[in-house]
């Protein structure tokens, strides 16, 4: 799951997205399939049992829930930054026990780093077109390297690596091996759909693999020529959902692009609360 900001902190949800991004680069390569979810905008994980539904949809069997918890700030000396995290066993829904880490910065370089990103506090009633676009720009064209360097981003790094850990210790591997992908190039599209709508997404920022792609978009349809089979990891940000439909600031999806195969349209499904899955037709 994506990682739940209830930090109250300014700069809560670019770690929050940040960390999820890393966290699934950590995780790549494990002995099991790791699936970015996206639950929507109503998504909280004190309420684990909404999630049940759509990880079944998702058929994944075990959830990773990750919060970033409120920053430990003492009158003097050094912050910390804290995240928890739980796993959902999907087919009844028990959540284990917690997991809690941290990781100490400093206070002054962490104060530094917001005032020279100029983050600001995103309320619920700002521009959720501004807001993807700050998330976007954060993220794409090398942000997400440039946001590694940074005090916030070592943290979110070092905690990765823990949860990483702690993961593969208690995910069992998997007993289906996942079939090789056969080189190739093609052509494919990727477009969003509000399907309780009926509706396609005319106005998002689309990246892929770390590459800003929007520039290939025309009519809500992005078309990507030539592209080499493989992995893919979908960062998108929609602009124009229809009025009170949940949407995620930012949605953060994998799939894999097998040019053997017939499957050319990449589609993000958004239902009728927010969540969506990637869908090849």
Same mark, same amino acid.
């Given at each position: 799951?994506?990682?739940?900001? @209830? ?66 700030? %003492? ?26 880490? @941290? ?13 020279? *990103? ?8 700002? @521009?959720?077109?501004?807001? #993807? ?8 064209? #090398? ?5 590694? =360097? ?18 593969? @210790? ?58 080499? *089979? ?11 959902? %229809? ?17 053997? =195969? ?20």
């Amino acid at each position: 799951m994506p990682v739940f900001d @209830s930090s109250g902190e300014e700069y809560g949800q670019q770690f929050a997205h940040n960390l999820t991004a890393m966290e699934f680069r950590k995780l790549d390569g494990s002995p099991f399939d790791v699936v970015l979810l996206n639950p929507g905008g109503l998504y909280n994980p004190l309420i684990p049992e909404s999630i049940v539904d759509y990880a079944q949809a998702a058929n994944v069997d075990t959830v990773l829930i990750m919060s970033f918890l409120q920053t430990t700030k %003492p009158q003097k000396g050094d912050y910390t930054l804290n995240v928890e995290t739980k796993m959902m066993d999907v087919a009844n829904g028990k959540v284990g026990d917690p997991s809690a880490f @941290s990781f100490i910065v400093d206070r002054h370089a962490l104060a530094l780093e917001i005032a020279s *990103s100029g983050l600001d506090i995103v309320g619920a009633a700002s @521009s959720r077109v501004a807001a #993807g676009r700050n998330l976007y720009n954060s993220m794409g064209s #090398g942000g997400n390297k440039a946001f590694e =360097k940074q005090p916030l981003g070592k943290a979110a790094l070092v905690i990765a690596d823990q949860i990483r850990t702690m993961v593969q @210790s208690q995910v069992p591997p998997s007993s289906v091996k996942a079939q090789p992908v056969k080189l190739g190039t093609c052509t494919y599209t990727v477009q969003a759909k509000y399907i309780s709508k009926k509706a396609v997404s005319k106005a998002y920022d689309i990246i892929l693999n770390g590459e800003e792609e929007s520039l290939w978009t025309k009519e809500g349809v992005t078309t990507l020529e030539n592209k080499p *089979s493989g992995p893919i990891f979908l960062q998108m940000s929609v602009a124009d959902a %229809p009025y009170r439909l949940p949407v995620q600031d930012l949605y953060q999806a994998n799939t894999v692009l097998d040019c053997s =195969k017939p499957e050319r349209e990449l589609t993000m499904e958004i239902s009728a609360g927010g969540d969506a899955l990637l869908i090849w037709k």
